[in-house]
């Protein structure tokens, strides 16, 4: 059975790709399907609201270990190897430790956090 650090640095190391698959979206080489997938991946990956809440205590985090990596998986094996390859060396210079150099990777994350506090302001002043 693997341990929890050892489950822990498997998911880092497949978000990792996560900045491939951004490039392989944005390839008008990529099938459809592919940019689906990875649309809906990186959606997820960023997106501040989780399938189950990291709040509820051990299922919480389930998304983060399970479901992401998987979602990533997937969309890996739907990408030609030669498109993975090519944005892979692209997408070296774009993380740096772990997280995106180009602060504007955040945005959609913000815009949606942005939305959610404006409906909560919202419902409040009713």
Do not use: N
């Not at 992401?68 to 498109?83: E, F, N």
């Not at 180009?102 to 939305?115: D, Q, T």
């Amino acid at each position: 059975m693997m341990k929890k650090e050892e489950l822990k640095e498997r998911a880092r190391k497949i978000e990792m790709y996560l900045p491939v698959i951004f490039l392989c979206l944005k390839d008008r080489r990529t099938p459809l399907r592919a940019k689906l997938m990875a649309g809906l991946t990186i959606a997820y990956a960023l997106s501040p609201i989780d399938l189950i809440p990291d709040f509820i205590p051990v299922f919480g985090y389930l998304d983060d270990l399970i479901l992401v990596p998987a979602m990533i998986g997937l969309t890996i094996s739907l990408i030609p190897d030669s498109l993975m390859q090519e944005h892979q060396k692209e997408a070296e210079g774009l993380w740096q430790s772990g997280s995106p150099v180009k602060w504007y990777y955040a945005i959609p994350a913000l815009a949606v956090w942005i939305l959610i506090i404006w409906w909560i302001w919202q419902a409040l002043r009713r």
